[in-house]
């Protein structure tokens, strides 16, 4: 059997694949198996940052893989004690606990805030609120802080204690909130997979003067957006917040499973010897490359971050069927007037490799794009947007 009838037979289907076997690349080009080369406008969803096999990404990783590769947490290891001490030097976050993915991390920033509340407030306050359209994970409590009813539908009972607000309705937090049974409030910054939609400046800075005038813990999650995608290192620092909690995973470590979940000054204690831990979580080599990708996300480079992205703006924005390209930085939607789907099918026909976002075409290329390909990327994805 070919792979395609190996992994038809032999994987679950829980992904639609597009009928392509991707083999190798180099930066921002990929390769299927029959030789085809593609511009990669997704980095497998914003997480080869640097593209695929990247130099440096391969000398951070191969120079950890050959000390040590894995070793438990009853032990002190380099990597990840370095990483969580650059995370925290550039956020002004106070510790940090790894895991692997960005359900993982949330899942760690849901329990943080459960125990402060309970500790600070009583058991009663437990509520975590999130937004309508917002995307926190799939394991069943991350689901549940999942603002969208069609991933619900069939897993019930999920993990209870969610409630979510309109993006933007700060009087349906504050009439939430009135009960006293809200902990926190977990917000993205850009709503990646809702439709790769920015919250509105005024909303984050009165929902966050709301929080503190409350104690309620603001925590944000920046799995898709952090990490240099929307030109600043945390997509939060765009809207000047200073965020109790933040999560983050996907570009994190360029192409490894690495989650983490940091945490300010005011919960940084919260959690304590045995209330949470992950086998794989703060992996060496993960921690490695993860430590190459933050150092190499100087401001000289973000600056360029932002550069490209007002270029691939301009390249797109007024284009025939291109009715608005909404996002920030290297992360943007298109909305078209031909389908998402029909968008992503015709550019990869001619080379091109995008994402949807709900009704949107989403575009995350690596961070380091060469101009050229970006702009050859814009004109075919242009050719298949035209009416
Ligand atoms: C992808 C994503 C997650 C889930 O991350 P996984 O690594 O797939 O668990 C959570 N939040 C946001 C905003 C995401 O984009």
């Avoid at 083999?23 to 997480?47: F, H, N, Q």
């Avoid at 000398?59 to 893989?65: C, F, K, S």
């Avoid at 709301?210 to 290192?233: H, P, S, Y």
């Avoid at 470590?253 to 045995?274: M, R």
Wanted: hydrophobic fraction near 40%.
């Amino acid at each position: 059997m070919n792979t395609f009838e190996l992994d038809e037979s032999y994987i679950a289907h829980t992904y639609k694949r597009f009928p392509v076997e991707i083999v190798s690349g180099k930066g921002s080009l990929v390769k299927d198996a029959s030789g085809k080369e593609y511009i990669d406008m997704g980095s497998g969803i914003a997480v080869t940052s640097f593209g695929v096999a990247d130099d440096a990404w391969i000398a951070a990783v191969e120079e950890q893989i050959h000390s040590i590769q894995h070793m438990s947490n009853l032990y002190y290891t380099a990597p990840c004690a370095k990483l969580a001490e650059a995370l925290c030097v550039r956020t002004g976050m106070s510790r940090v606990f790894f895991g692997n993915s960005g359900a993982e991390a949330n899942e760690c920033a849901i329990k943080v805030a459960r125990k402060w509340a309970a500790k600070k407030k009583g058991p009663a306050c437990s509520t975590i609120v999130t937004l309508e359209n917002s995307f926190h994970g799939r394991t069943l409590t991350t689901l549940a802080a999942t603002g969208q009813d069609h991933y619900h539908e069939l897993y019930q009972p999920l993990t209870p204690g969610f409630a979510h607000i309109p993006a933007g309705d700060l009087n349906a937090l504050k009439s939430l909130c009135a009960g006293g049974t809200v902990a926190a409030v977990l917000i993205e910054c850009v709503q990646g997979e809702g439709g790769v939609i920015p919250l509105e400046l005024r909303f984050a800075t009165e929902l966050q003067a709301f929080l503190k005038e409350q104690d309620i813990l603001l925590m944000i999650d920046e799995v898709q957006a952090g990490n240099g995608r929307t030109g600043k290192l945390y997509a939060y620092m765009n809207y000047g917040l200073r965020p109790d909690v933040v999560t983050t995973a996907k570009g994190l470590a360029g192409g490894l499973p690495l989650g983490a979940c940091l945490l300010s000054e005011k919960v940084k204690d919260v959690l304590s010897y045995g209330d949470h831990g992950s086998t794989f979580g703060g992996n060496p080599v993960a921690c490695a490359a993860a430590l190459s990708v933050l150092n190499r996300l100087t401001d000289p480079f973000l600056e360029k971050v932002v550069e490209k992205g007002k270029h691939l703006r301009r390249l797109l924005e007024g284009a025939p069927g291109i009715q608005s390209v909404s996002g920030l930085g290297l992360m943007l939607g298109l909305k078209t007037e031909k389908t998402a789907s029909e968008v992503v099918k015709a550019c990869m026909e001619k080379g091109v490799l995008c994402l949807t976002a709900k009704d949107k075409v989403r575009l995350l290329p690596a961070l380091n794009i060469p101009d050229d390909l970006l702009q050859k990327a814009a004109e075919i994805i242009k050719e298949a947007c035209r009416p």
